[in-house]
């Protein structure tokens, strides 16, 4: 089974940059990003299918860009103009689909990065 591990987390403050990387032992379809913040449930951030194409949530929209390497082995997202509120865990998942990446679709999970953005 691919495993995932992100990295790229930190503390940043309001308008900050962050890259988060993710790293597949395998090859993937569907990957997305997701952001849990205590209290809350966690939340779709993005996502990209097999041909390259993305979505993104609207919360994010235009700050945030999902990417992956020539090879797909490496899952990135650059996070631009943070806010306070994209403080969360950040996670990167795999889904069982090529084209199919809605909620619900990811069955491989990392272990999270923590982002923290100060005011």
């Known amino acids: 089974q691919v495993q995932l591990v992100e990295s790229g987390g930190g503390s940043v403050q309001s308008g900050g940059s962050l890259r988060l990387s993710c790293a597949a032992s395998?090859?993937?379809?569907?990957m997305g990003w997701f952001r849990q913040a205590p209290g809350k449930e966690r939340e779709g951030v993005a996502h990209?299918?097999?041909?390259?194409?993305?979505g993104y949530a609207d919360s994010v929209k235009g700050r945030f860009t999902i990417s992956q390497d020539n090879a797909k082995s490496t899952l990135y997202l650059q996070m631009n103009s943070l806010k306070p509120e994209d403080s969360a865990m950040y996670y990167c998942?795999?889904?069982?689909?090529?084209?199919?990446?809605?909620?619900?679709?990811?069955?491989?999970w990392g272990q999270g990065t923590q982002v923290t953005v100060s005011s």
């Open positions: 990209i299918n097999s041909g390259g194409g993305t």
């Open positions: 998942a795999a889904g069982r689909w090529p084209y199919n990446c809605g909620p619900g679709k990811y069955n491989i």
């Open positions: 395998g090859y993937t379809f569907c």
